[in-house]
């Protein structure tokens, strides 16, 4: 049912959540030895989002044409000079991650691949919300100051954030 270039790309984004997933990780595990918990749950729990944004490309990839395939990961990005870096390093992620999601609707779209585009359009409200909270989050460190108690009141801030977005669902 897909073109091969289309086949490519969903299972190109297959590697790329599953980074994403390994990249958020990397990250909470920063933030739990600088002593930001708050911080650390949160990406933690990106990570897991992350996971089942493959798991849903997964099952369409197979559902449809498939087969879905895994390719070779990096390495993520382990060491930051402040929890700024980390969520810009975030911020930055993400835009990567819409372009590709954009180079996919594109190639669908061109291919009439309606399916596909139907099934991408989850992809792309996820990403405004995406992108839209990192840029929240690193607004709100620049307000606080992500020095001394302010990282305190960060970590505590984020903590709010992560579970107004749990009660959301
Ligand atoms: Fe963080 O985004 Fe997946 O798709």
């Known amino acids: 049912m897909h073109s091969d270039a289309m086949?490519?790309?969903?299972?190109?984004?297959v590697d790329l959540e599953i980074f994403s997933s390994n990249q958020y990780r990397q990250m909470s595990a920063w933030c739990e030895m600088k002593g930001l918990l708050g911080c650390a749950a949160f990406l933690k729990a990106q990570a897991e989002e992350e996971l089942d944004h493959m798991r849903k490309l997964w099952d369409f990839i197979n559902e449809t044409s498939g087969p879905a395939r895994m390719g070779a990961l990096e390495a993520p990005k382990a060491d930051f000079e402040s929890v700024i870096e980390v969520f810009e390093s975030g911020l930055a992620h993400e835009k990567k991650v819409t372009a590709a999601i954009n180079e996919m609707v594109e190639l669908a779209l061109s291919e009439k691949d309606y399916a596909t585009f139907n099934f991408l359009q989850w992809y792309v409200t996820e990403q405004v919300e995406e992108e839209a909270l990192f840029q929240t989050i690193l607004e709100r460190m620049?307000?606080?100051?992500?020095?001394d108690r302010g990282l305190y009141f960060i970590d505590q801030e984020i903590t709010q954030m992560r579970s107004q977005l749990d009660s959301k669902g």
């Open 7 to 13: 086949l490519k790309l969903l299972n190109r984004q």
């Open 142 to 147: 620049h307000l606080i100051g992500a020095e």
